[in-house]
């Protein structure tokens, strides 16, 4: 039986099942997933930390019913670490016991290469053949990886196959969906982006994040909602080392909930301030400003 295929008839539709799981996509993300789907690519989501990248490939795990198979980069990641190895420890008890019973050294040798010894990791599993719908393959912060990786990954989404030399190619027999992301701390090359759609993720308008604060941060009310979002967008304009993304203005908006708060006044925003800047050269330049000045120009702006 063939996985499903998951699709919908209109961006407006890709729009509304984001929403009812959680997330509020712009047309623009909306169109970009619509697409992915619909042409079997791979989608490239690229933009600031903390805007809702990794979230995508959540909630279309949520929508559409497939397994989540989170591969997250970082320096120095390999193969045996992204798609496959062989559980050595294992193969050596077996060629132990194997010896224990007089069998032939090369018969067991034949046999440690049994599908039982491989270790599947997220770029095979998402290629296996299964029954249901198709897995969505989380490729996180792929900018965190090494160019040599970078390549290997190009040659998986050419063909969605994968040789483990021992027991053949792993073919897809329909394509998983893929999403990548990058924090753009360095370039990927332009032959990985050639081979998906692309979409810049922007930190979202300041009506939109009132939203999105209110649906991820319910016990926030709405006053403090739109101060919350109007001061985290005051805090992203004083030039920091890691401006606060939207999982911070969430993070925010219940922390000071969570302190019984209804709005912002000062002493509100100095107590809570690590829940919305995670560093300290930040929390210095954000009180040198002025948390005063802060709380002033989030009250006007959110006319709250």
Not at 65 to 92: F, H, T, V
Not at 135 to 159: G, K, M, W, Y
Not at 223 to 241: F, H, K, N, T, V
Request: charged share 30%; glycine share 6%; net charge negative.
């Amino acid at each position: 039986m063939q996985p499903r295929q998951p699709g919908a008839d209109s961006v407006e539709e890709v729009s509304k099942a984001l929403a009812d799981h959680g997330y509020l996509a712009d047309e623009g993300l909306a169109t970009a997933v619509f697409l992915a789907l619909a042409l079997r690519r791979p989608l490239f989501l690229e933009g600031d930390a903390g805007v809702g990248k990794t979230e995508v490939a959540k909630v279309l795990a949520a929508w559409t019913g497939g397994e989540l198979l989170r591969l997250q980069c970082y320096e120095g990641i390999n193969l045996g670490q992204a798609a496959y190895e062989w559980d050595y420890s294992r193969q050596l008890l077996h060629l132990r016991a194997v010896e224990a019973t007089g069998e032939s050294a090369r018969e067991a040798e034949d046999e440690i290469y049994d599908e039982r010894f491989l270790v599947r990791r997220p770029l095979l599993r998402a290629l296996e053949p299964r029954i249901g719908p198709v897995p969505v393959l989380l490729v996180d912060e792929i900018d965190r990886a090494d160019d040599e990786f970078e390549a290997f990954l190009l040659e998986i989404l050419s063909e969605y196959a994968v040789t483990v030399p021992e027991l053949g190619t792993v073919r897809a027999e329909s394509p998983p969906i893929v999403v990548l992301t990058s924090n753009r701390t360095r370039d990927v090359h332009d032959a990985l982006k050639r081979r998906c759609l692309y979409h810049w993720v922007e930190h979202p308008a300041f009506d939109r994040e009132v939203e999105i604060v209110r649906l991820r941060a319910p016990e926030a009310s709405v006053r403090l909602a739109r101060q919350i979002a109007a001061a985290s967008a005051a805090l992203r304009e004083l030039g920091l080392y890691k401006p606060p993304g939207v999982a911070e203005t969430i993070d925010w908006a219940s922390a000071v909930a969570a302190l019984g708060r209804s709005e912002l006044d000062e002493h509100t925003v100095e107590v809570t301030l690590g829940a919305v800047l995670k560093y300290q050269e930040d929390q210095m330049r954000a009180r040198a400003a002025g948390l005063s000045d802060i709380v002033r120009a989030a009250v006007l702006r959110s006319g709250a």
